[in-house]
């Protein structure tokens, strides 16, 4: 069974700039979990759908959005990168919310 | 007060050491209970849930503590490639976030 897929793997962009990062969950999984882990920091959580909605989002500002598809995979987007954008993003999934969460390899961007 | 809490480390210990993390939580309706291990610049994977009645996995044991409001994790026989960052995982069921903490690193030295 595929695990989580996340594309690109690396990504670099400048200040200003939209950088739009992709995740395809488990099959069978309807729950997509965003994290934000900058160098050396814990996962801070951005966002998370189930079901094609936005359940609940971190403490982030409203540049940093996202969306599921009908397929579950999701997109994440973050508008007017700053510096501080620079972190691995990493997504996760979940069969039913709440449960086990399973993350994909991550999205290094790096916001130059 | 945080919502999860863990002691960042490092903690350094020897091969074949016991070692034991503890993670705290302030949501005293948190209803599932996660050990994840992360590797440098790797992803998130589990280690195991954490049940009630506690649970054991080879030299690994999680137990919960939901009157003092915390987990454990006890690794035995610590192994070089024991050396990761440990994540636990508080879940609140509904549409409440899922809440990591922000690790405890281990180093085995041989």
Known sequence: EAGVTQSPTHLIKTRGQQATLRCSPISGHTSVYWYQQALGLGLQFLLWYDEGEERNRGNFPPRFSGRQFPNYSSELNVNALELEDSALYLCASSAVRQETQYFGPGTRLLVL | ?110
Do not use: H
């Open chain 2, 1 to 110: 007060r945080k919502e999860v809490e863990q002691d960042p480390g490092p903690f350094n210990v020897p091969e074949g050491a016991t070692v034991a993390f503890n993670c705290t939580y302030s949501n005293s309706a948190s209803q599932s209970f996660f050990w994840y291990r992360q590797d440098c610049r790797k992803e998130p994977k589990l280690l195991m849930s954490v049940y009630s009645s506690g649970n054991e996995d080879g030299r690994f044991t999680a137990q919960l503590n939901r009157a003092s409001q915390y987990i454990s994790l006890l690794i035995r026989d610590s192994k070089l490639s024991d050396s990761a960052t440990y994540l636990c995982v508080v879940n609140s069921g509904g549409y409440q976030k899922v809440t990591f903490g922000t690790g405890t690193k281990l180093q085995v030295i041989p």
